[in-house]
């Protein structure tokens, strides 16, 4: 037997094995076991990706890939997921003379757009799904809107399938109702290649139960398949770039196009700023500078905060390049416009977000309440990234909602700068909320990683003077008529 490492581009033969009922599973009302005859499922695992380009991946991927697959015949579902320097693209189809013919129809888009970010052909795992559990629609969705799905895909290769489908059974009867227990189980498959290899996939909202999963399979393995199944297969575990199913929200993917992570952001802090010039300031910018914004590519969102003799600009991008060359068409505009107003350099800080939640689903919820936004921004400087993501994840648990109780939670975003910066800035509909998130935030970070952030958080408050969002109340400005 070949290891997994070694077999590139090896497609392994295919038989028919019917899915196995998923029946007496304790399963919410909402959620359903996916019965079909037969799914087909490929598994694609492309090693030596640079992480550069994983968002760039997904984004092409769900702007152009994804909806060849949805318009071909017996499409099921489609995942990607990058993981460092390895993407794992996983296809499901009602058969696979189905799944070939969507792959010929975007062969050329594939050839273009996709193949030169996939430096090495992929290693190839096709086959059957033994077992298929899709949870229902509420299920789907993630609470307040967030879309951030998690993925845990197991390949055991060296695999002994003599008893494939009483392992299947033993599968539905123990490891599936584990993973359900859970709790937040979006989907689960397994499939096999009926020669020597098993591939399971976990999808859940949040990454801790994504992983959790992984503690639960070894153990699962253990106790039930250890003279079958090997105790290390390859992992990959990470945030989906791109999750969608046939049958759920009509074909809506289920994060929204785009990992969260995928926004790119820019904070400017400008310093001795004459507090009278701050209305100039705010005029110019939503007048001239903020309709160059808007028509640039990749354009997410912008908020300007006048605080005193300080001034915050924070702009959003799909990507640095993208922002980067808005500010190239900015700059004549920004050197006759707005630095005679600005004596001194800023400060600036930039990261892709971590945090991207915005509460404006439409665009009669988008209006303020008193016509206005407040924000609150945090600098947490001096900042340990090696606990980054770990700290990233208790604020999605722990803050997140408690911002929430305050009442007006218009937005949230996290990034930091990849050196030793973190930044929190919150967007809330009135004042008292945006002043006690501070509270908040400062008893937040006191309790759960001081040793992280051992210098208090240095940060404005503030009525913001321009906020704008690329796909909120059809572009206009959010907060309408400038400061008074």
Do not use: C
Request: aromatic fraction near 8%; charged fraction near 20%; avoid cysteine.
């Amino acid at each position: 037997m070949q290891s997994f490492a070694n077999r590139n581009q090896r497609v392994f033969p295919l038989t028919v094995l019917l899915l196995v009922l998923l029946l007496a599973l304790p399963m919410s009302a909402d959620a359903q076991a996916t019965m079909d005859e037969s799914v087909f499922a490929s598994v694609r695992v492309y090693e030596g990706v640079d992480p550069a380009d994983q968002n760039e991946i997904a984004r092409l991927t769900a702007a152009g890939f994804l909806p060849i697959m949805r318009e071909s015949d017996g499409f099921v579902g489609y995942y990607l997921l990058p993981a460092g320097d390895m993407l794992a693209a996983v296809s499901l189809f009602d058969s696979a003379e189905q799944a070939s013919a969507s792959n010929e129809k975007a062969r050329e888009f594939v050839a273009e757009s996709l193949s030169p970010f996939l430096p090495n052909p992929p290693t190839i795992v096709e086959g059957t799904i033994d077992v298929m559990y899709v949870a229902g629609e509420d299920d789907m969705m993630m609470d307040d809107g967030m879309g951030s799905l998690y993925a845990s895909l197991r390949i055991y290769d060296n695999a002994d399938l003599e008893n494939r489908e009483e392992d299947s059974n033993t599968v539905r009867a123990h490891f599936l109702p584990a993973l359900i227990e859970v709790g937040g189980l979006v989907s689960y498959f397994t499939l096999n290649d009926h020669v020597d290899t098993v591939a399971a996939l976990n999808v859940y909202d949040s990454k801790a139960t994504a992983l959790e999963a992984n503690d639960l399979a070894a153990a699962f393995v253990a106790e039930h398949a250890a003279n079958r199944l090997p105790d290390t297969p390859l992992r990959i575990n990470g945030q989906l770039g791109v999750a969608a199913h046939a049958d759920v929200h009509d074909g809506i993917n289920l994060i929204d196009d785009m990992t969260a992570g995928s926004v790119f952001a820019s904070v400017r802090v400008y310093a001795g700023v004459d507090p009278a010039d701050q209305d100039e300031i705010a005029r110019r910018t939503d007048a001239g500078f903020l309709p160059i914004m808007r028509e640039s590519q990749g354009f997410v969102g912008y908020l300007l905060l006048p605080a005193g003799e300080r001034l915050s600009a924070i702009s959003l991008f799909d990507s640095a390049e993208q922002a980067s060359a808005s500010a190239e068409k900015a700059r004549e505009f920004v050197a006759e416009n707005l630095t005679p107003l600005l004596p001194n350099a800023p400060t600036a800080f930039e990261g892709r977000l971590s945090i991207d939640l915005v509460n404006a689903p439409s665009a009669a919820d988008a209006v303020p309440r008193d016509g206005a936004l407040y924000a609150s921004i945090r600098f947490y400087e001096g900042f340990d990234l090696q606990h980054f993501n770990e700290a990233n994840d208790l604020a999605i648990a722990h803050l997140v909602p408690a911002l929430q109780e305050l009442g007006g939670l218009f937005a949230q975003f996290a990034l930091n700068d990849g050196e030793d910066t973190v930044i929190g800035i919150s967007v809330f509909d009135n004042e008292e909320a945006a002043l006690a998130s501070n509270d908040v935030g400062k008893a937040f970070t006191m309790e759960y990683f001081s040793e992280w952030a051992p210098n208090p958080p240095s940060g404005v408050s503030g009525k913001l003077a321009v906020a704008a969002l690329a796909e909120v109340s059809m572009g206009e400005n959010l907060v309408g008529a400038m400061m008074e």
